[in-house]
Structure formats: structure tokens, C-alpha cells
């Protein structure tokens, strides 16, 4: 059973952070991801969190971002996404739009070929 609770506590905590965290295209953060509804992508561990890559800035307090999984599944919705610490493929039907009061520890910057791709799949997708 997912918790729901729970995520509703720490998104309180979230919302309630005074600063905003500078971030930037290409970079790969953790984000406090959440509990979501059916086959929507869900945050892990006690900040409910998962590695997200950001697709777009939209404004220096929001951007477009894209769940990463390590789970190959669906070709077509998936784009490869690697870095030291993370290897794994972005979910291009889970495109989200986050306040970068969620984002919680910067990664790294994906490489600049393996991000044109994904904004091409991405293209073809929409």
C-alpha cells in the first residue's frame, strides 16, 4: 500500500523550505519525487526521492523534468542516461514540471550527445 500519509508530512517540510537551489539543463538531482496515483512514478525512501534529469528551465524557481529509472523497459518512452553514479534511462512519458524547493542533492550534468538524443526522443514523442 503506498504512503500516502506519510508523503503528505514530508511535502509539508518540502514546501515549507525558505531556499531555492540554483540548477540548470542537462543536471541530474535527486528530488523529493513523491507518492503518486496509479502508474505514475514514485519517490523512494524516507524523502520519498528519485534521480530526475532537468529537460527545461521555465523560471529560476521551476523547470521541466524527467524521472530516471534503472529499469529498461519501454524503448520508445526511455531514453539511456549515464553518469558516475547513475546509469539508467529517463521516462519520457512521465514529464513533470517540479519547484526547485524539491530538488535535494545535485549529481552531475549529463554528457551534451546523450542529452540531444533524449530531447529528440523526446520531440518525437510529443
Excluded: Y
Excluded at 514530508?10 to 535527486?30: A, C, M, P, S, Y
Excluded at 523547470?63 to 529517463?90: D, M, W, Y
Excluded at 514540471?97 to 524539491?102: A, L, M, Q, T
Aim: glycine share 6%.
Amino acid at each position: 500500500m503506498k504512503d500516502f500519509d506519510g508523503w503528505n508530512v514530508e511535502k509539508k517540510k518540502v514546501d515549507n523550505q525558505g531556499t531555492q537551489k540554483l540548477f540548470h539543463e542537462r543536471e541530474i538531482w535527486w528530488a523529493s519525487f513523491g507518492v503518486n496515483i496509479g502508474r505514475e512514478q514514485d519517490g523512494r525512501g524516507d524523502n520519498f526521492e528519485r534521480p530526475v534529469v532537468i529537460l527545461k528551465t521555465l523560471s529560476p524557481d521551476t523547470f521541466i523534468c524527467l524521472p530516471l529509472s534503472t529499469k529498461k523497459r519501454l524503448p520508445n518512452f526511455q531514453s539511456s542516461v549515464t553518469h558516475e553514479e547513475i546509469h539508467g534511462f529517463a521516462l519520457l512519458d512521465q514529464i513533470r514540471v517540479f519547484d526547485s524547493k524539491r530538488l535535494l542533492r545535485k549529481i552531475g550534468t549529463m554528457e551534451i550527445s546523450e542529452f540531444t538524443t533524449l530531447k529528440e526522443k523526446m520531440r518525437k514523442l510529443l
